[in-house]
């Protein structure tokens, strides 16, 4: 075992642990899974979020102070946003391309669809919104009956609770002003944005500006503060490579845990949920997977010709196994920016500045996700959404994305902005709720392999890419010794 990489490792722990939590299930033993296994799981993210702050904020200042040209910052900056938006758009249009094509939404039963529809036409006629098209069912003596059922139903859809506590957090965004994202990026107490991981941005605004001071004042003066902030950095990699050690073991705990709670004691709970939103959720990874293995490969062979399709991959293998596996960008950085310094060959001036900024605003698993969930969950409701609202899909999920949290299911949140702003029931989220997990584990993958993309395509630009075929992937985390 010591011999074999540790993408190879971590992924043998997820197949066990999905192996694990299925014999539990059929065997009645969740309970114990849940309570004696899947907290190692959480260990294991906690560990990573509480490696992944402190190393965004040392790794942007040490990045921007060591760039020593604040031109050079800016253009930096520039480049790296741009790319972000473009591949952003491009994977929202994937999404919205395959989802037109398969029509996932359209394969389920008619009876079920017209029953849906009668629920949208209640709900948009409740909240004063206008019926897409000129079809309604309420006003059909046919479906009077069934419309009178229905109405009991989709007045408890709201309550619950899982889906309240989202549709508040997205109506608090909807009521502030137009500039409040802006707003929220600088801090008023930076200790409180240290202690609150969803406020990433404001850390990278304080490291940018805490760095780009630091370009302003004399070197003997700025030179000790450089070397304890590299020292520091140095510090939190090292406590990466002693927890990615235990990574296989941790992730065969998180797998055991999250299976485990969809299952519980019926393994055939899994099967049913998983019917019923499969063609759903295979649409959402025909994309993701086009994403992987051909978007991103494109856009590295067209700027990048020094790095191969299979060199890539092998590369960033432990990140995005690990990406799989905690569903969350944020808890992946460490070793996002392990992969791409030690296995890519970017120079870690470029690594900490654009990766923890890509961790934050670049979400195209998410993006993609988003999009191809709006127009299912309008097919499924017999909605069909016009030219015009879909680019309002467009625009509404490229904005969302950079909002949402590197966190597992952040998406959800963002979907119901997204689905309010073609005039859909934002409670219709808790529809998808029983795959999401699954789906969020891929589409982080995603987030992650964009973000190593762009900053290898950075880095080749500003001329810090050495790129070592040769190298093993699995020295960069000191596993042999």
Known sequence: MKKLALHWKILIGMILGIIWALLSS???????????????????????????????????????????DPASLGRMGGKTLLIYLITTVMAISLGLLLVN???????????????????????????????????????????????????????????EASVSDKLE????????????????????????????????????????????????????????????????????????????????????????????????????KVIEIFKGLSWYSLTVLIGLVLMIIVVYPAILKTFVKKIPFLGFFKAMGPAQTLAFSTSSSAATLP?????????????????????????????????LYQAVAVIFLAQMHMIDLSFQQQITIVLTTTLASIGSAAVPSAGLVMLIIVLDSVGLNPAWIAIIFPVDRILDMFRTVVNVTGDATVCAIIADGEDMLKYHPEKDPTETFDLES
């Open 169 to 268: 957090n997205a109506t608090k965004r909807k009521q502030t002003s137009p500039l409040q994202p802006l707003v929220d990026i600088v801090p008023d107490n930076f200790f409180y944005s240290l202690s609150n991981n969803g406020l990433m941005l404001q850390i990278i605004f304080f490291a940018i500006f805490f760095g780009v001071s630091l370009l302003f004042i004399p070197n003997e003066k700025s030179q000790p503060v450089l070397n304890l902030v590299d020292g520091v950095n140095e510090v939190f990699l090292k406590m990466v490579d002693l927890v990615m050690q235990a990574a296989p073991f941790f992730v065969f705990a998180l797998l055991a845990g999250v299976v485990s709670k969809m299952a519980g004691d019926d393994i055939g």
């Open 101 to 159: 094509t398969i029509k996932p939404g359209k394969l389920i039963d008619e009876q079920s669809r017209i029953d849906n529809r009668i629920s949208y036409e209640i709900w948009a006629d409740s909240q004063g919104y206008q019926i897409k098209d000129d079809i309604n069912y309420l006003q059909d003596p046919d479906f009077f009956e069934r419309a009178q059922e229905i109405s009991k139903l989709s007045k408890t859809q709201l309550k």
């Open 335 to 367: 070793v996002t920016m392990e992969c791409v310094e030690g296995n890519l060959g970017v120079d870690k001036k470029v690594s900490s500045f654009v990766l923890p900024i890509g961790a934050t605003v670049n979400m195209d698993g998410t993006s």
């Open 26 to 68: 059929s065997l009645g033993w969740s309970a114990f899974t849940i309570n004696w296994i899947d907290p190692f799981g959480t260990i294991f993210i906690n560990l990573l979020k509480l490696i992944a702050v402190p190393l965004v904020l040392f790794s942007i200042i040490s990045g921007v102070a060591n760039i020593g």
